[in-house]
């Protein structure tokens, strides 16, 4: 059998649980050094097709009006697509000039956008889905720790803009389960009960199904909740 890509051309897709590829990169917020320069902070790594692109215009109006919510969770933005810096910034000065979105004007993007006309950096993330196009990064999202490790990749296709309350809550889920050291039933929001880990002896099961420990309640033994108010959910 034929291969129709090149060896040096086939990268393993980072996976959930790794340590976020490195990189250096120019960016409209100046040169950075990746995961480097953001230890200490979560990051949201996303890629996006096109500049001058409505789905993609729109989600980084969206990121932009949004960033002080992400950046109130200790989380830095930081785009990407493989066109240039001086695109990037022509498509920027559009947005803030021209462009109008659910009733938001003047919208300035003040978190860096990569520049990566080589596609190095897309390739390394898997951002380049050649069944979906082979020149235009798919609309990939990383979530990465203070640590620098992967922790959640969302991709969407080139026509789908993501759902930013869906973003805002997989981080806050993040967040919440390493702070706490609790998991999230399906379709949990904040202020909702979170699962408690399960027992690890007989003993304590017993107790958790009589009710003994304390604000935690049981479906079965294998199953217990415990309410978790919003405001314990801030990480300032």
């Known amino acids: 059998m034929t291969n129709t890509m090149e060896e040096k051309d086939i990268i393993s897709m980072p996976r959930i649980g790794d340590s976020a590829p490195s990189f250096t990169a120019v960016t409209t917020q100046g040169n950075i050094s990746f995961p480097q320069d953001y230890r200490g902070k979560w990051v949201i790594l996303f890629s996006h097709p096109a500049d001058f692109t409505p789905v993609c215009t729109s989600e980084f109006m969206t990121f932009a009006k949004r ?138 099961a017993a107790d958790r199904m009589a009710g003994l420990e304390k604000d935690v309640y049981c479906k079965d033994w294998f199953f217990c909740m415990k309410p978790m108010a919003k405001e314990e959910l801030e990480m300032a």
């Open 67 to 204: 960033e002080p919510e992400f950046a109130r969770l200790n989380t830095q933005l930081v785009g990407l697509s493989i066109d240039g810096l001086y695109s990037h910034i022509a498509w920027l000065r559009t947005i803030k000039d021209k462009i109008e979105f659910r009733g938001w004007k003047n919208v300035e993007v003040k978190f860096p956008l990569i520049e990566d006309i080589t596609m190095e950096i897309a390739r390394k993330y898997g951002m380049i889905q050649p069944g979906e196009s082979s020149t235009k990064a798919v609309r990939a999202v990383f979530f990465i720790d203070p640590k620098g490790i992967i922790r959640t990749i969302i991709y969407y296709p080139l026509s789908l803009g993501r759902n930013f309350n869906e973003l805002k809550r997989v981080l806050i889920g993040l967040q919440t389960a390493d702070k706490y050291g609790v998991a999230l039933p399906a379709d949990w929001e904040p202020g909702e009960d979170v699962i408690v880990p399960p027992a690890n002896s007989c003993g304590s």
